[in-house]
């Protein structure tokens, strides 16, 4: 999320870019992966759509591409915490094991 700015960021809240006032509907947070957040936000009267990415700018999207783009975000975070889920077994499984392993040698 945006942070260093005298705006607020977060979903509902109008911010100004450039000359626009626009709302801010959505954003994807890539925490971790070094790469800039995304912002789906509308004008005030919610008839067109734009995606602000900092550093990149902003540029008009159509409703059918914000979909997109949040469903494989989606499909991401699914996918991570598959793998995440998996490591978690895994360490939990190792550490049975080891305890395991401890309390016949007691």
Same mark, same amino acid.
């Given at each position: 999320?945006i942070?260093?700015?005298?705006? %607020?960021? +977060?979903?509902?809240?109008?911010?100004?870019?450039?000359?626009?006032?626009?709302?801010?509907?959505?954003?994807? +947070?890539?925490?971790?992966?070094?790469?800039?957040?995304?912002?789906?936000?509308? %004008?005030?009267?919610? +008839?067109?759509?734009?995606?602000?990415?900092?550093? %990149?700018?902003?540029?008009?999207?159509?409703? =059918? =591409?914000?979909?997109?783009?949040?469903?494989?975000?989606?499909?991401?975070? =699914?996918?991570?915490?598959?793998?995440?889920v998996?490591?978690?077994?895994?360490?939990?499984?190792?550490a049975?094991?080891?305890? =395991?392993?401890?309390?016949?040698?007691?």
């Open positions: 999320m942070r260093n700015t005298k705006q %607020n960021w +977060t979903v509902g809240q109008t911010v100004k870019v450039g000359f626009m006032s626009l709302v801010v509907r959505g954003a994807i +947070t890539t925490p971790g992966d070094s790469l800039p957040d995304v912002y789906f936000l509308t %004008n005030l009267a919610g +008839t067109k759509c734009y995606e602000f990415t900092p550093h %990149n700018g902003c540029r008009a999207v159509s409703l =059918e =591409e914000v979909q997109h783009r949040v469903s494989q975000f989606r499909i991401a975070l =699914e996918q991570n915490a598959a793998a995440q998996a490591v978690a077994i895994q360490r939990a499984t190792a049975a094991k080891f305890n =395991e392993f401890f309390a016949v040698a007691s």
